[in-house]
């Protein structure tokens, strides 16, 4: 009795959704409504169990369920959402609430804090967390074709299923090249660097990252093999000339250069650690760069180990290789590739004081250390008005014996300490 009362639930639902889309006007955006209503109400008769009285009397379930066996063709009638799809349906809702909080916090923090926006880099990588964020919001979207198999009969909302996650992922990928490309050009070439990052400059990559993702991204709107009878997967639906030619080229060629890029840079922060002298500021500046390259590295790890499985999984789907038994895998290394999205705000809260002391102050966190923290601040304070009063009396004194029997200020001591003290004040 309860699979009868569902079933009629689920075949109300459908008759709703085609009057619906029979009366919609042709723009987009009222059929991409539908899919929010459907997305409540399939939870809601799919996960939860609803009495179907809310719905139907139940001295009218025979009559019912005689006019649905009429109407709906046979095996066109959509069931229960099986334990497969609420689970793959819990992980996309964890990578929505992952992705979205970090990357949120991300550009709130660069919004907020004007250490962080002072930095021209910084453009690249608030452009990198929007991708990311972009990445978060189309999940839902994708998220309604676990729920209902009719949104797949539907041409222009099975292909924007596709286009949305390609622009959100293909964005994320550009702007990850990019910021390995402004830190080659930063550590392996930095008299160069000023003259190379300047804002206009920075802005116009920013643009044309998007113009190409965009443009690159689009072309399945009017190139595709959708198919009202077939599923709505990406092999079904996008050409296999596409991601052979298009795709796949294009995602090598990211990685190789990301690749190149970071071993040279890894190189060049070898090259400067032999070459470190003993200089305070000297090793204030190497020591930056070392968690420069460290953060690029980990953003190159953890690139390779989501998305990389991801790739050849797609591309023996796209050949039909293992069709059957890469069905699993496909979703697994999909999930894992939109966890490179919600991986990227770890990495700079990780590695990057500043980052991490705005995530801090965002959500109003204090250091268990803060109280040591400012006592050390005002000893170190307290330190430099020293060695200041020091070098001024020693200054008075070389002035007033002539050189006799003194020895000259050393005019390199004062800035070497007070790098050291202001290094020590940033901890």
Not at 196 to 209: D, S
Not at 401 to 407: C, I, K, P, V
Request: charged share 20%.
């Amino acid at each position: 009795m309860h699979d009868l009362r569902q079933r009629i639930v689920n075949e109300y639902h459908r008759q709703i959704i085609q009057q619906i889309l029979q009366n919609a006007r042709d723009d987009v955006s009222s059929k991409i409504l539908i899919i929010l209503w459907k997305l409540v109400m399939v939870v809601i008769s799919n996960v939860y169990y609803v009495d179907t009285n809310m719905y139907l009397e139940s001295s009218d379930i025979g009559e019912e369920t005689s006019r649905n066996t009429s109407m709906a063709p046979p095996g066109n009638m959509p069931g229960p959402t099986d334990g497969k799809d609420v689970f793959w349906i819990l992980v996309d809702c964890f990578l929505f609430v992952a992705i979205v909080l970090g990357n949120v916090l991300t550009i709130v923090a660069i919004a907020m804090t004007r250490r962080l926006r002072n930095v021209v880099s910084n453009y690249f990588v608030l452009n990198l967390a929007v991708s990311d964020l972009l990445v978060g919001v189309s999940l839902p979207y994708h998220l309604a074709f676990y729920m209902d198999d009719q949104l797949s009969h539907e041409k222009l909302i099975c292909v924007l299923r596709f286009v949305l996650i390609s622009v959100a992922c293909g964005g994320s990928i550009m702007n990850i090249m990019v910021i390995a490309i402004d830190r080659y050009v930063a550590i392996v070439h930095p008299l160069s660097y000023n003259a190379y990052a300047t804002t206009k400059r920075m802005l116009l990559i920013v643009a044309g990252t998007w113009i190409c993702t965009v443009g690159m991204s689009s072309i399945p709107i009017y190139w595709n093999r959708f198919d009202e009878s077939s599923t709505c997967e990406f092999e079904t639906v996008l050409p296999r000339d596409y991601i052979v030619a298009i795709q796949m080229p294009l995602f090598l060629l990211t990685w190789v250069t990301m690749f190149l890029l970071y071993t040279k840079i890894w190189k060049e922060a070898k090259m400067c650690a032999r070459r470190m002298n003993l200089s305070i500021v000297s090793s204030f500046t190497e020591k930056n760069d070392r968690k420069s390259v460290q953060v690029v590295l980990m953003i190159l790890g953890c690139f390779s180990i989501c998305w990389l499985p991801y790739f050849i999984v797609a591309c023996m789907r796209s050949f039909d290789w293992m069709r059957d038994s890469t069905d699993i895998w496909y979703k697994v290394t999909f999930a894992l590739a939109l966890a490179n999205s919600g991986m990227n705000p770890l990495i700079y809260a990780w590695k990057n004081t500043s980052f991490r002391r705005a995530f801090q102050r965002i959500l109003r966190l204090k250091s268990p250390n803060n109280k040591l923290n400012s006592s050390l601040k005002v000893f170190l304070e307290q330190q430099r008005n020293e060695i200041r009063s020091k070098q001024k009396d020693a200054d008075s004194e070389h002035r007033v014996s002539g050189n006799s029997g003194g020895y000259p200020a050393n005019e390199e001591q004062q800035p070497a300490e007070e790098a050291r003290v202001e290094e020590n004040t940033t901890l």
